[in-house]
């Protein structure tokens, strides 16, 4: 069934054509990803579609019965209202019907209807009605249900009371996910989701969103999000769109050979047109060969003509150097404590970099991430341990804030206040690889969108030629192709790289050890981010504390502090499964207890439809509390499977 139908979109702004003939179709079960590269008008797709802004030509098609829900790009809650209160008003049909119900409950208890037979079973057979259409549904797992996405949002019970405008902005966007999730439109469009969201948090929402009940059109940069995802990729580009049956790499696969086989078609008939061209230049004159001149004139008049493929986007080309080599021992983190204002965030933070190697530092938002590496870099102290870097260590960093980027200069001015011995000459083909050319190198700062910004704290790293590259979510703002030339710049660094990021594609591709960051220490991985998933799901069939707590020694074949022994692994071992025993014996504990408060709850309702029962009022009433009692222990129940399963 088609959900939603785009037909011959445009828009223009200042006579600028951003989109072009747009035709695309949301069918029942899709998962539709709209890619292209920053600016090419996704989100104002995104914005037509939705509502929110009038296309200049084209019409938008919807049933009038299919719902539509839209996050925009870094939008998010902003209320008095507690995170409770806001995600209840997202269930406010089911407060409607239970407001119903008890009404109809006190008139069934009436005794003045209860001796009217007829009234009084017309009563009750509404309100069997009711109570089974509040039970399809979801009326008694809607609680348990905000509990578990709250969960998976990352906001816990002793969230739930805080007001929603003393939140940070990455909180009140995702809790504006949480209530559209909650909400369950028919058609869910996402513009940029991933943002803010932490790994553990994104996975969370991949499998969700896998079992979504309606169709997705979501907006995003992060290619392991896009490839566990979609099944159909819409490609904005150069004002047309173009679609793709499968995921984000399918996508890659499917242009790669439409781009090869349309540049085939075009060589193939401009080399039969250069034919014609000839032999009719070369015989039209000829009495004995003017016909067959003509002819093929003709037939060259009639040819439709195959325009010239598209020529690659440009994209930004840049490498990063060293001016000189460093130590093999480039870095020790010695039980260093960071935080602010004597408030730590993470202790016991333990570990050492070598030379060539490509470090990625994970853990949950808020841990203290991006504060370690500003302590490594000096721009904060350490609350307690030492750091130390090796010989010859030059440091690079590129911070996700880009606080280091004056906002009232020029971007021209912004590399060369910095590097005034350079020629201007040099600055600007610096600036031209990252797709700066023109008036554009004389843009504020403070003008640019945030992938520009970020394309010119690149370049200002670029040209520091350091040896330790310290990037705090370098693909933060960057299009899907921007991002792809950072790797590929960063493959051919010959120098170290620390660096946090949430893209898991990135991660994989870059890093050769993970660093799993903790409040009390450092696990370290050996590897890339698929090995580190590996060796997780197989050291950790649960959340063990034993783990969690651990405060530094390595699980890969390199230990940062001790060996653990092998006695001492066996034991952990041997602790990990009996916790896992007790957490499945609890988990088929509270599968029979809710079976259970199902079967009561059914077993009340069914009591409360008889015709002997409703006509005795004191036993209507005894029956509604029992029933009231008994949604509450399921609700309980719910909420404790649901914390077992996260």
């Keep these: 069934m088609i959900l939603l139908q785009a037909i011959n979109i445009g828009k223009s702004f200042s006579a600028n054509p951003v989109l072009s003939s747009i035709n695309m179709v949301v069918q029942s079960g899709e998962r539709v990803g709209l890619v292209g590269v920053n600016g090419a008008g996704k989100s104002t797709l995104l914005k037509i579609i939705t509502g929110q802004m009038l296309q200049d030509e084209g019409e938008i098609l919807k049933p009038k019965d299919v719902a539509l829900g839209y996050l925009a790009q870094d939008s998010g809650l902003d209320t008095e209202r507690t995170i409770w209160q806001e995600m209840m008003t997202a269930f406010e049909h089911f407060k409607e019907q239970e407001a119903e119900l008890r009404a109809l409950e006190r008139q069934i208890a009436d005794p003045e209807v209860i001796r009217n037979k007829n009234r009084h079973e017309k009563l009750m057979n509404a309100y069997s009605h009711q109570i089974e259409n509040f039970k399809n549904r979801g009326g008694y797992q809607y609680e348990a249900t905000t509990r578990s996405i709250l969960h998976g949002m990352r906001f816990f019970p ?56 309606g169709a997705l059109l979501v907006v995003s940069h992060d290619r392991y999000f896009l490839d566990s995802l979609v099944n159909i990729v819409y490609e904005l580009e150069r004002t047309h769109i173009t679609r793709y049956v499968g995921n984000y790499t399918d996508y890659l696969i499917q242009k790669g050979e439409r781009i090869e086989q349309q540049i085939k078609q075009f060589e193939k008939q401009q080399a039969e047109i250069s034919k014609l061209e000839e032999f009719i230049q070369r015989n039209i004159v000829r009495a004995s060969t003017t016909k067959r001149a003509q002819s093929r004139r003709k037939a060259l008049e009639k040819m439709e003509v195959i325009e010239r493929p598209l020529s690659e986007l440009k994209k930004a080309s840049f490498q990063f150097d060293i001016d000189k080599v460093s130590g093999n021992q480039v870095l020790t983190v010695q039980d260093v404590m960071v935080g602010y204002d004597n408030t730590p965030l993470a202790r016991n933070l333990s570990f050492e970099i070598t030379r060539g190697e490509r470090v990625a530092l994970l853990g949950p938002n808020g841990l203290g991430k991006s504060t370690l590496l500003k302590t490594i870099t000096k721009q904060r102290s350490p609350l307690e341990g030492t750091i130390q870097y090796g010989s010859n260590v030059t440091i690079g960093f590129y911070d996700q804030e880009q606080e280091n980027l004056n906002v009232n200069k020029q971007v021209l001015h912004e590399l060369w206040d910095e ?119 197989e050291l950790e069939e649960l959340n063990s504390p034993l783990l969690a707590s651990s405060a530094g020694p390595s699980l890969a074949a390199e230990t940062e502090e001790n060996r653990r022994s092998n006695k001492e692994k066996f034991q952990q071992d041997k602790e990990q499964k009996k916790l896992e025993r007790q957490r499945q014996r609890l988990i088929e504990e509270l599968e029979g207890k809710i079976e259970q408060f199902e079967q009561q709850i059914a077993a009340i309702e069914a009591e409360l439809c008889k015709p002997e029962v409703f006509q005795d009022h004191e036993q209507v009433l005894t029956l509604n509390q029992q029933l009231e009692e008994a949604k509450a222990e399921l609700d309980a129940c719910m909420e404790e499977w649901t914390d077992l399963q996260a």
């Design 158 to 213: 002793e969230d739930y009371d805080k007001p929603i405008n003393r939140l940070s902005g990455g909180q009140k966007t995702r809790l504006a996910l949480a209530k559209l999730l909650l909400v369950a439109p028919d058609i869910l469009v996402l513009d940029e989701p991933t943002n803010y969201l932490d790994i553990e948090t994104l996975s969370w929402l991949e499998k969700y969103l896998l079992s979504y009940p």
């Design 419 to 537: 590097y005034p011995t350079m020629q201007e000459k040099d600055i600007r083909t610096v600036l031209g690889n990252f797709l700066f050319s023109g008036d554009d190198v004389l843009k504020k700062i403070g003008e640019l969108s945030g992938g520009e910004r970020a394309r010119v704290s690149l370049a200002k790293l670029m040209l520091q030629k350091a040896n330790l590259l310290i990037l705090d979510e370098p693909t933060n703002h960057l299009d899907l192709f921007s991002k792809e030339i950072l790797e590929e710049a960063l493959e051919d660094y010959p120098g170290t790289i620390l660096f946090v990021s949430h893209d898991r594609y990135f991660l994989n591709k870059i890093s050769t050890r993970i660093l799993e960051m903790s409040p009390s220490g450092v696990l370290s991985y050996l590897g890339n981010y698929d090995y580190y998933v590996a060796k997780k799901e």
